[in-house]
């Protein structure tokens, strides 16, 4: 792999023009140009894609399984759960490193090193994404409210996702301004509600646990507890293949080189789709000027790691602990119901708490952010998933070009909307019994791996002034040793994957 | 600019931070409406939170439209709240305790009830100014014309307008220009 030699002379075009230009040689696949990195926001509040992440992450991670695990094991277990969000929060800068840098996603990164590793993300985003289990809690909630059966919800919400973003000119210009609102609107909410039915002590214990390093009983390495626990950490933030797919949205975004790459648009424009190049771009990190823009990008992915991302992902989770902690102690049965892991019927009686305690609206009003935070990771999971694979498929699989970016995500994405329909009237929407652990497992593989990926991408095919310092690289590489360690080592000793 | 024209432009510049205030209040009250609870009852619970985060919501916008505070930025939003947030859920609070007891009272241990919504308020904060700036953007843009506070604010923004410009250019000049 020449990733020494900084420049070389390869034609761009080779039928028409003899015109050379410098490129970045980057693994094994076609060198990158070396292109303008355009300036930076100066406004370092403007919302950027990181709203996909947060939308994505904010789950039932966040809003049932840790207040579950504070139900159990008491606020010092937070710890867990403050370092699973910060190692998510460099993983999300690592991977703006590369995707700022080049305008490639990551899957391309990987490619470039190892293309089997490329592979492994295809088939293992298919096997996990394809199941429409994570429409059921937040169709499950609007049942509650409404009384609508949570299949037809989950079947209009697929085809609604689909002809929506099939209309549209620029998904992602409206994603971003939809999320956002969504975003904003549950933040806000989540806030009010915490703020109505909890209280000083509740809170106070929440984040005195966050700082109770090296807190781990028994209880919580026991065969029941300790997959639940590790899944806990690994679904902190976002999880499985989440912080890749970011890439993609950074890239549409059009942050630093990603400018260079064209939007992917709905099936309807897909025909005024620019021809999208046959690989990302470089930018002249020898040019100091050039360097001085790289930092604006760097404090503007920084800014909304920090407070977007971190900020946002804490906010919800100790709004939705205090929230637990009050309903337990309102109704004792809500603490039996979390613990023994009924999610359906936990959720029911934490909603039932808040409508004794507080004032009857706030059951239902609970509820509604079920609902809403099920939507976002509803809109934000099927373009997530579409793009990863519409872009692995034109770039590695051959012939695949013929199509656009554009018409291959429209594949992808109602592909997967009819297969989720189909299972969820035929069939197991979590995916079939006898998988569950496989998928359980890939989820929680595919962290690790990213983790190794990202050491790789960001050593070895970036230029040396924008590589990763030591610091980040030990944080990452302790995410590989983390997440694959604690995944085998439930594997091994309890015989158990995660959950 | 007459003193009631200057107002009027205020108000017409205060129609997003206003909304945020409104939006949680009509979350409440719609809600409740909607579960069965009393008409009146419901519109005791959505004014009583919603109409101080409003007028809470109108004097943060004041403030920015008069450059007293920067537009979109964390902390100045932030200390605002820390002390606006406490004191909107005070009054829903003794509103909430009129409509059921039919006198009005504090909250037991009032210091501490505001110190834990004082805490909370950050969270309130980023959201605030995240819904803020998304409806601001759509908004401020169609009043420019007749607003002054509106004109002063987009012009805050338009150093980023030029930069997106630019990107846009750079964007251009990639994909024409070829270095030898």
């Keep these: 792999?020449?990733?020494?030699?900084?420049?070389?002379?390869?034609?761009?075009?080779?039928?028409?023009?003899?015109?050379?230009?410098?490129?970045?040689?980057?693994?094994?696949?076609?060198?990158?140009?070396?292109?303008?990195?355009?300036?930076?926001?100066?406004?370092?509040?403007?919302?950027?894609?990181?709203?996909?992440?947060?939308?994505?992450?904010?789950?039932?991670?966040?809003?049932?399984?840790?207040?579950?695990?504070?139900?159990?094991?008491g606020p010092d277990i937070r710890w867990l759960f403050l370092v699973g969000v910060t190692l998510q929060a460099f993983v999300l800068l690592e991977m703006a490193r590369y995707a700022m840098a080049t305008g490639e996603s990551i899957f391309f990164g990987a490619a470039r090193v190892f293309k089997p590793m490329?592979?492994?993300?295809?088939?293992?985003?298919?096997?996990?994404?394809?199941?429409?289990?994570?429409?059921?809690?937040?169709?499950?909630?609007?049942e509650e409210i409404t009384g609508i059966p949570w299949q037809v919800t989950a079947c209009v919400a697929l085809v609604f996702v689909g002809v929506l973003f099939s209309l549209l000119s620029v998904i992602y210009n409206f994603l971003e301004k939809l999320l956002g609102l969504l975003i904003g609107l549950l933040v806000v909410g989540t806030s009010v509600i915490a703020a109505i039915v909890g209280n000083w002590d509740d809170l106070g214990q929440t984040l005195q646990g966050m700082f109770a390093f090296g807190f781990f009983p028994e209880k919580a390495l026991s065969e029941a507890w300790f997959p639940i626990v590790v899944g806990s950490i690994a679904f902190a933030g976002p999880s499985g293949m989440q912080q890749m797919w970011y890439t993609l949205q950074l890239r549409d975004s059009g942050a630093a080189m990603g400018s260079h790459i064209p939007k992917i648009r709905g099936l309807r424009s897909a025909d005024q789709a620019e021809s999208m190049p046959s690989r990302g771009f470089m930018f002249d990190t020898e040019d100091p000027a050039e360097m001085q823009k790289w930092k604006g990008w760097r404090k503007w992915v920084t800014f909304d790691a920090l407070l977007l991302f971190w900020g946002i992902t804490m906010l919800v989770t100790i709004s939705f602990t205090v929230l637990a902690m009050s309903a337990a102690r309102t109704n004792p049965d809500v603490a039996s119901l979390i613990e023994g892991g009924d999610r359906d019927a936990a959720l029911s009686a934490m909603s039932d708490a808040f409508a004794s305690a507080g004032s009857p609206i706030l059951g239902t009003l609970f509820f509604a952010f079920i609902a809403l935070i099920g939507l976002n990771a509803t809109l934000g999971l099927f373009d997530s998933f579409s793009r990863g694979q519409a872009d692995m498929t034109y770039y590695f699989v051959p012939g695949a070009k013929r199509f656009s970016m554009s018409k291959l995500y429209a594949g992808f994405l109602w592909g997967v909307i009819t297969f989720g329909i189909l299972i969820l009237l035929f069939g197991p929407a979590d995916g079939p019994a006898g998988i569950l652990d496989i998928l359980a497992f890939l989820s929680t593989f595919a962290m690790g791996a990213y983790c190794i990926v990202l050491l790789l991408v960001n050593n070895k095919l970036l230029p040396k002034p924008i590589r990763p310092g030591p610091v980040r690289n030990v944080i990452i590489g302790f995410g590989a040793v983390f997440y694959l360690g604690m995944l085998f080592y439930s594997l091994i000793r309890f015989g158990v994957v995660v959950s | 600019m007459t003193q009631t024209a200057d107002l009027k432009q205020l108000a017409e510049f205060s129609v997003p931070a206003v909304s945020v205030g409104a939006a949680a209040g009509v979350i409440a009250g719609g809600l409740a409406a909607f579960v069965g609870q009393p008409f009146g009852w419901a519109v005791a619970t959505g004014l009583g939170l919603g109409v101080p985060l409003m007028l809470f919501g109108a004097g943060y916008a004041v403030l920015m439209g008069t450059g007293k505070i920067p537009a979109g930025v964390f902390a100045p939003a932030a200390v605002y709240w820390v002390i606006a947030f406490p004191l909107s859920l005070l009054v829903h609070s003794v509103v909430t305790e009129w409509v059921v007891t039919g006198t009005p009272g504090l909250p037991p241990e009032p210091w501490k009830f505001l110190a834990f919504r004082a805490l909370v308020s950050m969270g309130f904060?980023?959201?605030?100014?995240?819904?803020?700036?998304?409806?601001?953007?759509?908004?401020?843009?169609?009043?420019?014309?007749r607003n002054i506070y509106a004109r002063r604010t987009v012009e805050q923004y338009s150093h980023l307008a030029a930069a997106l410009e630019a990107r846009k250019a750079a964007t251009g000049r990639g994909r024409k220009k070829r270095v030898a």
């Excluded at chain 1, 490329?118 to 609007?142: Q, T």
Aim: overall charge negative; charged content about 15%; cysteine-free.
């Design chain 2, 125 to 145: 904060a980023i959201g605030f100014l995240w819904m803020h700036e998304q409806i601001g953007r759509h908004w401020w843009p169609h009043i420019l014309e």
């Design chain 1, 118 to 142: 490329m592979w492994f993300f295809y088939v293992a985003a298919i096997l996990i994404y394809m199941w429409p289990g994570h429409l059921s809690a937040g169709a499950a909630a609007f």
């Design chain 1, 1 to 73: 792999m020449d990733v020494t030699s900084k420049t070389s002379e390869v034609p761009e075009e080779p039928a028409g023009t003899a015109v050379t230009e410098k490129v970045w040689k980057a693994g094994r696949l076609e060198p990158m140009p070396i292109r303008k990195l355009p300036d930076a926001p100066p406004s370092m509040h403007i919302l950027g894609p990181t709203v996909f992440l947060v939308a994505l992450g904010v789950g039932m991670g966040e809003s049932y399984m840790w207040p579950r695990l504070v139900l159990v094991f």
